[in-house]
């Protein structure tokens, strides 16, 4: 059973910066591509940004410019660096990882964004 384990969200001020880990029980090679999703209140799950297995990385529009996602092979661990947080980024940041149509879910971590 494929696990992946976040940590390091918080709570930031707008304008602040915070950096999510994803430490996933498999290798990443493993899979076609591994990224976060984040769901807000009352909101359905949005897919945030993404990192395939040839290390091409993909973003939504609303956090292109802002946040950037990497990963560490050795460490089977993908990151999530977000700066120039928004009040709209507040959610739980979920990591995922993809193989074919099939995904594996993290367990999330909140990110709140408030002054």
């Known amino acids: 059973q494929v696990q992946l384990v976040e940590s390091g969200g918080g709570l930031v001020r707008p304008g602040g910066s915070l950096g999510l880990s994803c430490a996933v029980s498999?290798?990443?090679?493993?899979?076609?591509?591994v990224g976060w999703y984040r769901q807000a209140p009352g909101n359905e799950r949005e897919w945030v940004a993404d990192?395939?297995?040839?290390?091409?990385?993909n973003y939504a529009e609303s956090v292109k410019g802002r946040f950037t996602i990497s990963r560490d092979n050795a460490k089977n661990t993908v990151y999530l660096q977000m700066n120039s947080l928004k009040s709209e980024d507040t959610g739980v940041y979920y990591c995922?990882?993809?193989?074919?149509?099939?995904?594996?879910w993290g367990q999330g971590t909140q990110v709140t964004v408030s002054s």
């Open positions: 995922y990882s993809r193989f074919l149509r099939r995904k594996y």
């Open positions: 990192i395939n297995v040839g290390g091409g990385t």
């Open positions: 498999e290798n990443i090679f493993s899979f076609n591509a």
